[in-house]
DNA sequence: TGCACCTAGTAGACATATCTGCTAGGTGCA
DNA sequence: TGCACCTAGCAGATATGTCTACTAGGTGCA
């Protein structure tokens, strides 16, 4: 499964809870990810039981206590295996594209609506991607690491702006 | 579910049986959709018993029967009715940005295989796109219904560019 | 005082997706 | 004759994903 790699990673990065891992899958990184909380604590709870990641419980004040997840070495051996496999599969799957191509039968105007929407949308998410970027691209020439993971912000922002691109020919051309 | 009202704007297009949405989910739709055969039979039947689409059985020499599956008027209400609903949510989910996400603690030329491997995918999908569109942008001036068609196509090439241009960017910058 | 919202996690139902293998015949080819 | 592959569809297991609701306390505000 592609998401309990995805959650080895972020305990590579450091360890955490199912509840920060739920932050960070609706913040950080839910330009390439997402996913629900109850998903989240039992891929955790299957990472434990496969050797690949460890609890520690730390006791808070004033807090429940937090159930730390950390990756052991095996968990390391796991994501970097995952890194070099082969690609996975990806299925392009996007309701919008869907309703473009069976649109035949709506009035132009209902067309240019959803056209819209969908420019709101990229816009939308094009603003939440550079405000994501610009702390990183205002900073010191970056690690490897810190590159890679702009990149993938750069990459939306790039997606974004082709989409916004595309959104401008469909507006000039549709009959 | 989305399947569903894919397989009803399919049908809107032509009465298809099972296995012609298959090849269809596999050719012609794929760029933005794609589904398991065991999955387009249950919700073919699903269909059925909602009374948005009716089958009709057609006898074939030497070949299985075909059970053809017709919409229904109500199927096409439903689909209209779906085209112009609130957008569905779009979640993206990108294996290959998720690996370079993570991809630190490898080797630089074990990143830069990842990205050979991502533009190898790009250029193949590029290719594919372009064969698909190629008789459309030859044709005459297209209507509404093809303009359509054609758009989702177009809009996998923009895509597939610009992944290309990012690939191109992150080979000559990657630390 | 009450309400909304935050931290942290659990439980279970339900929806959707994928994988494997089966039936049953036809065609093409070496 | 045997093998691979095509047409057409069905059955069932398993894997993944989503939704709702619950426990239990803390904080901030009006």
Redesign the pocket.
């Known amino acids: ?3 309990s790699s995805v959650i080895l990673g972020m305990l590579a990065i450091a360890p955490m ?4 891992l739920k ?1 960070r899958f609706d913040t950080s990184v839910n330009h390439f990810w ?6 989240i ?2 891929t955790l ?1 299957r990472l434990v039981t496969d050797g690949l990641a460890e609890v520690v419980t730390v006791r ?1 004040i ?7 997840h950390h990756i052991t070495d095996a968990g390391r051996a796991a994501l970097t295996e995952w890194l070099v496999s082969a690609p996975d ?1 990806h ?1 392009e ?1 996007d309701p919008f594209l869907a309703r473009i191509f069976f649109a035949g039968t709506l009035e132009r105007q209902q067309v240019l609506t959803l056209v819209a929407e969908r420019r709101q949308a990229a816009e939308l998410l094009l603003g939440e991607l550079r405000a994501q970027s610009a702390p990183v691209e205002e900073g010191p020439a970056p690690t490897r690491e810190q590159y890679l993971r702009f990149a993938t912000l750069d990459n939306g922002i790039t997606h974004a702006q082709a989409e916004l691109r595309w959104l401008d020919g469909v507006e000039k051309d549709l009959p």
């Open positions: 499964m592609i998401l809870t199912g509840y920060d932050k997402s996913a629900d909380k109850a998903q604590y039992r709870s808070q004033g807090l429940p206590d937090r159930q730390e599969p299925r799957r």
